[in-house]
């Protein structure tokens, strides 16, 4: 039993023929996951030829005609069993006595993988089966999917330049979307053999609990990453790759399906948590002398400033300030200077590995003799014997006797 395309040569007055029913599925809207194929009888087709108004139910006369519609992927089901698959628009016939064949047109090559492990053939000697059943998905992309973290989540902000390591509550809503992957499995795990139409809201509540679970651990993959809670909605595609990462058993191995984008409308924290990055980061920024200074400052001058507009008189808050600036200017003066004296201090090199001081010149050298005296390098203290590994300090090893490598 398989499908033969209706745009093959071998497609002759033979099969037209025999055109017995004409399976079709009309466009599936965004809630319809999976619907059962229609049988359209008694109709004349002049691609396929002849017509039956007989048909059984759950049967497909040898020599039918098939159309898979684009954004559509289409399965028969025999007695129970996946016997065909195809996910190329077009237009097949039904020929019992072919070789099975799969057409998987823009899906996966691990879909055929798939078929292998759930399809199972019957032979019937070119006869039907008892129960025979078209089945179609929607691969389209599902959009729309809003979702939201009821509970705040944690994630820890990491900045190794100022030393910044601090964990938040993060609560965030968006919307995402996900699509059928690999339908074989999606209808094996999932939907099986439904009457009519397996729709979206039956799946909904579990995908989006699912979604929120995978936020977490995919979050601090951006963690790791020293990704600030204001940049994860500059970084969408990071975040759809680390949900998919995360999602892949549940969704994908188990379900068939993945996660095609993820958009975040908001990302909040609690105004505590925004308090303390902003303190940590002020202080961070005070650690160099120049920006501490330059801090303290901007301060005098701002007590100067309100000083001056004292309801007892300006006279008696610049007292106040001038007593302030007894103290605070020297403390000024000390961090620009502490600024210039790391400013004027040379940036030293990394040391060149295998570099050696000589004893005698004080030269750094590299190489087995001194460039500037000709010194041979001194030998280390200790040395550890190739032989067992044990640390020695004389020509021979105390424990098994090897003599010290030169």
């Known amino acids: 039993m398989g499908l033969i395309s209706a745009g ?5 007055s033979t099969l037209a023929d025999q055109w017995k029913e004409y399976f079709y599925c009309e466009a599936m809207d ?8 229609v049988k359209k009888t008694g109709t ?31 399965i028969i089901v025999d007695d129970g069993q996946v016997v065909e698959f195809c996910a190329e628009p077009g237009r097949f016939t039904w020929d019992a006595s072919s070789e099975p064949s799969i057409f998987t047109g823009k899906l996966w090559d691990s879909i055929k993988e798939t078929f292998k492990l759930v399809g199972k053939r019957f032979a019937y000697g070119g006869e039907t089966g008892h129960d025979q059943r078209i089945y179609y998905f929607n691969t389209k992309e599902l959009l729309d999917n809003k979702f939201g973290t009821p509970n705040p989540i944690p ?19 968006g919307v995402f979307s996900y699509r059928i992957a690999d339908p074989l499995l999606f ?10 139409e397996y729709r979206r809201e039956e799946l909904d509540t579990q995908l989006k609990s699912e979604f929120i679970s995978a936020l977490q651990p995919a979050l601090a993959k951006l963690s790791a990453m020293e990704m600030r809670p204001n940049e994860i909605l500059l970084h969408n595609t990071t975040v759809e790759k680390a949900m998919n990462e995360v999602l892949s058993e549940k969704w994908g191995q188990l379900r068939g399906l993945e996660v095609v ?26 650690s160099n002398p120049n920006l501490g200074a330059g801090y303290m400052t901007a301060s005098v001058g701002q007590a100067i400033n309100t000083a ?27 961090l620009y200077a502490q600024g210039a004296q790391q400013a004027a201090q040379p940036v030293q090199a990394a040391p060149q590995a295998g570099a050696w ?37 004389g020509n021979f090893c105390p424990t098994c006797g090897a003599k010290r490598p030169e």
């Open 155 to 173: 994630f820890r902000i990491v900045d190794s330049k100022v030393g910044i390591d601090l964990d938040v509550s993060l609560r965030c809503a």
């Open 187 to 196: 209808y094996s795990k999932v939907c099986g053999n439904v009457p009519r």
């Open 357 to 393: 001081v000589c004893p005698t010149c004080g030269n750094t050298a590299v190489g087995n003799f001194c460039s500037q005296c000709g010194t041979k390098k001194p030998a280390p203290a200790t040395w550890t014997c190739p032989t067992c590994g044990a640390v020695c300090t």
């Open 44 to 74: 004349t087709n002049t691609l396929f030829g002849g017509s039956n108004n007989k048909g059984s139910d759950n049967i497909i006369t040898n020599g039918s005609g098939i159309a898979v519609a684009d954004g559509q992927a289409m």
């Open 308 to 334: 001056a507009a004292n309801e007892n008189g300006a006279m008696a808050g610049l007292m106040g300030v001038g007593m302030t600036m007894n103290t605070a200017g020297s403390t000024i003066s000390g």
């Open 8 to 12: 093959l040569g071998a497609l002759t």
């Open 261 to 286: 984008s993820v958009a975040f409308s908001t990302v909040t924290l609690p105004e505590e948590d925004q308090e303390r990055i902003k303190q940590l980061q002020t202080a961070a920024t005070l």
């Open 30 to 37: 965004k809630d319809i996951l999976m619907t059962k194929g």
